[in-house]
């Protein structure tokens, strides 16, 4: 606790201490727990934001490389329909499995 100031040489470093002591309890009890979930929002968005782009692209690697494939016995037109049907397919089976594994609005 605080003393006299006359007689007390520590007197201006305790009540730093104190000072300094109770803002950053303050501040631990209210800016930091906004600061991590600022952070944790931010980087959630971002990697969502490059999952969303590298499936893209893998999505594209995936078409060229099937038709750079498919042009060996077929001409380039024919390639290219044949492997969008393909990707296609497969996209719409993946989609109608996880429709398949969906909860419905009934069951929530």
Same mark, same amino acid.
């Given at each position: 606790m605080a003393g006299n100031p006359l007689?007390?040489?520590n007197w201006a470093a305790d009540v730093t201490d104190s000072i300094v002591n109770t803002v950053d309890k303050v501040r631990d009890r209210t800016t930091k727990p906004l600061v991590i979930m600022a952070r944790g929002l931010v980087f959630g968005l971002? !990697?969502?934001f490059l999952g969303i782009l590298i499936v893209g692209l893998l999505i594209v690697g995936l078409t060229r490389a099937m038709i750079s494939l498919i042009e060996w016995p077929l001409d380039h037109d024919s390639a290219v329909w044949v492997s969008y049907l393909v990707i296609g397919g497969i996209l719409c089976a993946?989609? !109608?499995w996880f429709m398949a594994r969906r909860r419905s609005e009934?069951?929530?």
């Open positions: 007689t007390d040489p971002l !990697a969502s993946i989609g !109608a009934e069951s929530v």
